[in-house]
Nanobody, 127 residues
């Protein structure tokens, strides 16, 4: 049973940093892309960043380029961790951040391209 568990959210002042982690287990062989989405109150869930299983390709939404960095750490054959380093945080980065994984190899920016989801972790940036 595939499982994604996020950690690392919290409250930070504008300009600060947070690092989110997503621990994937149970069927990671099928997770060829892992990424992060976020959802602010009253808004749709939006793509933030993603990385392929080899770490050779990454993609970011324009609003986080130069501030966020996604990386992947493979621990063993069936457990992987993806991290999202967030620097220079802004109030508009506030939301619930969800880890997602996809079976397809191409990085998708649409939520429907992802097959597995975590429960989310709250990030709040105060001004």
């Amino acid at each position: 049973q595939a499982q994604l568990v996020e950690s690392g959210g919290g409250l930070v002042q504008a300009g600060g940093s947070l690092r989110l982690s997503c621990a994937a287990s149970g069927g990671t062989v099928n997770m060829n892309v892992m990424g992060w989405f976020r959802q602010a109150p009253g808004k749709e869930r939006e793509f933030v960043a993603a990385i392929n299983r080899f770490g050779s390709s990454t993609r970011y939404t324009d609003s986080v380029k130069g501030r966020f960095t996604i990386s992947a750490i493979s621990r063993d054959s069936d457990k992987n961790t993806v991290q999202l380093q967030m620097n220079g945080l802004k109030p508009e980065d506030t939301g619930i951040y969800y880890c997602a994984a996809a079976r397809q190899f191409l990085i998708a920016t649409n939520r429907y391209g992802y097959d597995y989801w975590g429960h989310g972790t709250q990030v709040t940036v105060s001004s």
